[in-house]
C-alpha cells in the first residue's frame, strides 16, 4: 500500500456479558469505511466469506480508542479471544465527566506488530460508543 492512510469509525457497545470482538462485531457499511468500497465488500461477501473474516485482512499500525462524550459506563478493553469483563480486562477507558473526553488510548506501531481489530473485545454499558482512529499498515 502506497502511504498510510487513517481511517475512523464509530462502535457501538451491546453491553453483552464476556464483551464483543471488535473486528467481528463491524457492520457491512463500517468494513465498507474500512476497504474504501461496497463493492469490496461485496466480493468478499460473494466469495462466501463472513464480516468478521472480511475485518481479519484489514491489518493497522496504530490504533487509538476514545470514549464518546456521552457515554455512561467505563468501557473495557481485552485481548480478541478472550472474556472481558468489569474485573477482568486489559485496559480501561473511564466514563467522560464533561463534554470533553479524556485522552485516547493509544496502541501505537509496535517494531512491525500488525494490529487487527479482531485483536480487541470490548466490554461496557449497551450503547455506548468507542471512537476508533486506525492507520492502516
Not at 14 to 21: F, T
Not at 77 to 103: D, E
Not at 117 to 134: E, K, P, R
Amino acid at each position: 500500500m502506497a502511504g498510510s492512510q487513517v481511517k475512523h469509525l464509530d462502535f457501538t457497545l451491546n453491553g453483552v456479558a464476556g464483551g464483543q470482538n471488535i473486528g467481528a462485531g463491524l457492520s457491512a457499511a463500517q468494513l465498507a469505511v474500512l476497504l474504501g468500497s461496497t463493492a469490496a465488500v461485496t466480493q468478499f461477501l460473494a466469495q462466501g466469506k463472513t464480516l468478521a473474516q472480511i475485518a481479519e485482512f484489514y491489518m493497522f499500525k496504530r490504533i487509538t480508542m476514545q470514549a464518546h462524550t456521552a457515554n455512561t459506563g467505563v468501557i473495557f478493553i481485552g485481548g480478541g479471544q478472550q472474556v472481558v469483563s468489569a474485573s477482568s480486562y486489559g485496559n480501561s477507558i473511564p466514563i467522560p465527566v464533561t463534554s470533553i473526553p479524556q485522552s485516547p488510548l493509544v496502541y501505537p506501531d509496535m517494531a512491525g506488530v500488525v494490529m487487527r481489530l479482531t485483536d480487541f473485545t470490548v466490554f461496557g454499558t449497551n450503547n455506548d460508543i468507542i471512537h476508533l482512529l486506525m492507520q492502516e499498515w
